[in-house]
T-cell receptor, first 115, second 108 residues
Framework: NAGVTQTPKFQVLKTGQSMTLQCAQD?????MYWYRQDPGMGLRLIYY???????DKGEVPNGYNVSRLNKREFSLRLESAAPSQTSVYFC??????????????FGEGSRLTVL | AQRVTQPEKLLSVFKGAPVELKCNYS??????LFWYVQYSRQRLQLLLR??SRESIKGFTADLNKGETSFHLKKPFAQEEDSAMYYC??????????FGQGTRLTINP
């Protein structure tokens, strides 16, 4: 039982390059999330998916796209990376429950540097 | 709009001293509040939630709706409590909003 798995763990990009961060969970959770963590800013929600087939914007969606490929997988794509997207990215999932409740399970994070 | 504020980026206390990490929130409805912790080289994980009214690793947190606060407290700090702590709010949608985080350092 791996929980939430993110790949890659580290990535260096040049400005303008594209890349996709992959996330998979094996806990049969419905909801999945992408956050970015920046010093002094805490965790900020980029996008989330309440269920397979649906995605919604979070606090900082600009410059990102997401795909909920199936119930297990939720990917985050940077089409044209910018230095401001240098951050640590976390994927998380949440088990089903009453609206708004529940514990988030996090991946180990992906450290992205954009030069 | 949902907002969580943790006024202290850094907090340093001595082992055995009381600890209080502050959290204030803004939400017009009935919030659900959580404390998450990230120890060095470990994943972010849930520490406690207000609806459970539980004590985890000696930490407690009480929701004060009048002051819109959810401060995290521990009477006697231990070195293993050194970590990054995040307060988070869920306002009914399928998402969690986090505060800026407080890095707690326990000095021996």
């Amino acid at each position: 039982n791996a929980g939430v798995t993110q790949t890659p763990k580290f990535q260096v990009l040049k400005t303008g390059q594209s890349m996709t961060l992959q996330c998979a969970q094996d806990m049969n959770h419905n909801s999945m999330y992408w956050y970015r963590q920046d010093p002094g800013m805490g965790l900020r929600l980029i996008y989330y998916s309440a269920s397979e087939g649906t995605t919604d914007k979070g606090e900082v969606p600009n410059g990102y796209n997401v795909s909920r490929l199936n119930k297990r997988e939720f990917s985050l794509r940077l089409e044209s990376a910018a230095p401001s997207q240098t951050s640590v990215y976390f994927c998380a999932s949440k088990p089903p429950g009453t609206s708004g409740t529940g514990e988030l399970f996090f991946g180990e994070g992906s450290r992205l540097t954009v030069l | 709009a949902q907002r969580v504020t943790q006024p202290e980026k850094l907090l340093s206390v001595f082992k055995g001293a009381p600890v209080e990490l502050k959290c204030n929130y803004s939400y017009s409805g009935s919030p659900e509040l959580f404390w998450y912790v990230q120890y060095s080289r470990q994943r972010l994980q849930l520490l406690l939630r207000h609806i459970s009214r539980e004590s985890i690793k000696g930490f407690t947190a009480d929701l004060n709706k009048g002051e819109t606060s959810f401060h995290l407290k521990k009477p006697f700090a231990q070195e293993e409590d050194s970590a990054m702590y995040y307060c988070a709010l869920s306002g009914g949608a399928q998402k969690l909003v986090f505060g800026q985080g407080t890095r707690l350092t326990i000095n021996p």
